[in-house]
């Protein structure tokens, strides 16, 4: 088979799932108002955060990170994505390609890493909570958030690299949402099977490490919840914990179809809707997760855009 010269040529064509659909208009619409509100509620969750000092804590760091990495994770794809259907232009090229495959990996893997930390957090409140600003002092916080993001960071960097040192075929059409490792590696014409081997055992190792943390912190909370003899008490820590368990589910959920399932379950169309569950819904949808079932935000909220639109 021939090759194309792929750091000279045009690039890849992603082909995305606008054009695949049934009613593309439509679908397009429904991306654009699901990455508004996207910026809109994360932008509005990390200017709560930031402005109002009794969010000065913890957990709503911890948060002001998650929302950091959602709206940067979001906009890697979605203007792309829309902008190419618009205008009927689906190229990307090689070095950008790379580019957007480094970011989505770096920005994954930190929320991945991140998801982990707050479910500590929470363990720490509400299992420990006389103890709570030592186990989560402003340096260990600190400590957390640059580990994730190093973590991933390296991680990202890795795995770009070596994917994109194949040799890739003469099609260059990549069916799918985004440049990531499954699809780009049916491009290569050469042997991929060991790395795909080890792309599918370290995203194991990468995934169920910090899924078993969660597991593990909110197993000890809900125990020492059934323990509780407040029904206040109870009941607010039910719902702190189920608006991150919500996130968790949505987030592994998705990742674990991606990398984890053998290849024989994945098809492009399957791939393109996981692909826009995972960077477009997932973005929206946190924040308001965190937010409307939260007083405290909810205050919060309500006290900066009265300060701001007086």
Partial sequence: MEYWNSTLGSGFIL??????????????????????????????????????????????????????????????????????FLRSE??????????????????????DLLLAFMAYDRYVAICHPLNYMVFMRPRVCWLMVATAWILASLSAIVYTMYTMQYPFCKARNIRHLLCEIPPLLKLACADTSRYELLVYVTGVIFLLLPLSAVVASYALILFTVLHMPSNEGRQKALVTCSSHLTVVGMFYGAATFMYVLPSSLHSPKKDNITSVFYTVVTPALNPLIYSLRNKEVMEALKRVLGKYML
């Fill in 15 to 84: 082909m995305g799932i606008l054009k695949d659909s049934g009613s593309p208009e439509l679908l397009c619409v429904i991306i654009t108002v699901l990455y508004m509100l996207a910026l809109t509620s994360n932008g509005l969750l990390l200017l709560v955060i930031t402005v109002d000092s009794r969010l000065h804590v913890p957990m709503y760091f911890l948060l002001g990170q998650l929302s950091l990495m959602d709206l940067l994770f979001t906009s890697v794809v979605t203007p792309k994505a829309l902008m190419d």
């Fill in 90 to 111: 689906n190229t990307i090229s090689f070095a950008g390609c790379a580019l957007q495959m480094f970011l989505a990996l770096m920005l994954g893997g930190a929320e």
